[in-house]
T-cell receptor
Framework: LAKTTQPISMDSYEGQEVNITCSHNNIATNDYITWYQQFPSQGPRFIIQGYKTKVTNEVASLFIPADRKSSTLSLPRVSLSDTAVYYCLVGDNFNKFYFGSGTKLNVKP | NAGVTQTPKFRILKIGQSMTLQCTQDMNHNYMYWYRQDPGMGLKLIYYSVGAGITDKGEVPNGYNVSRSTTEDFPLRLELAAPSQTSVYFC?????????????FGPGTRLTVL
């Protein structure tokens, strides 16, 4: 399993851009990087996925450097509703995904 | 579409009791999964299924059993419940199991074993 390391928690204020970095030093050639969001008392929800360089969707951007040993989830102009736990997963198949403890993002007014 | 639904939402069991957690998806997904999440921790894969009649163990299968008789349903059976099984259980599904696929999660079942 390609394990990941993320900060345990982060604080931000409404309207700011938030960047959450994930370290995955032993990422394999076939592995993709996927981010999920989890609100309290709910199941995780897919945010974004990428293999290299940059991926952007309507919710977030994902930056992956050339060596792919880390990745950064960028949330533009966060709001209170973005308060959640964010998980970084690395793998090439569902049964190799490792959900770590995630990063608890707290957005303040 | 209702997506992935789970019942019950909450349950309290006594040590040694048994129960079945129900999971149904209406997205015609081939792959289904069961995870558990302990307080403050990430999710751990218990069992998964790649289609009706086919199941396999995940990271933490001990104390659980599953079956998959239809595409839609993937129940999780707990035999002889133990306090260590106190957790929140999530069912998920995906169309494919590959690296670019998205898993859709249900709302979870919160189980307490006393």
């Amino acid at each position: 399993l390609a394990k990941t390391t993320q900060p345990i928690s982060m604080d931000s204020y409404e309207g700011q851009e938030v960047n959450i970095t994930c370290s995955h030093n032993n990422i394999a050639t076939n592995d993709y990087i996927t981010w999920y969001q989890q609100f309290p008392s709910q199941g995780p929800r897919f945010i974004i996925q990428g293999y290299k360089t940059k991926v952007t969707n309507e919710v977030a951007s994902l930056f992956i450097p050339a060596d792919r040993k880390s990745s950064t989830l960028s949330l533009p102009r966060v709001s209170l509703s973005d308060t959640a736990v964010y998980y970084c997963l690395v793998g090439d198949n569902f049964n190799k995904f490792y959900f770590g403890s995630g990063t608890k993002l707290n957005v303040k007014p | 579409n209702a997506g992935v639904t789970q019942t019950p939402k909450f349950r309290i069991l006594k040590i040694g009791q048994s129960m079945t957690l129900q999971c149904t998806q209406d997205m015609n997904h081939n792959y289904m999964y069961w995870y558990r999440q302990d307080p403050g921790m990430g999710l751990k894969l218990i069992y998964y299924s790649v289609g009706a009649g086919i199941t396999d163990k995940g990271e933490v299968p001990n104390g659980y059993n599953v079956s998959r008789s239809t595409t839609e349903d993937f129940p999780l059976r707990l035999e002889l419940a133990a306090p260590s099984q106190t957790s929140v259980y999530f069912c998920a599904s995906s169309y494919l199991g590959g690296r670019v696929d998205t898993q859709y999660f249900g709302p979870g079942t919160r189980l307490t074993v006393l």
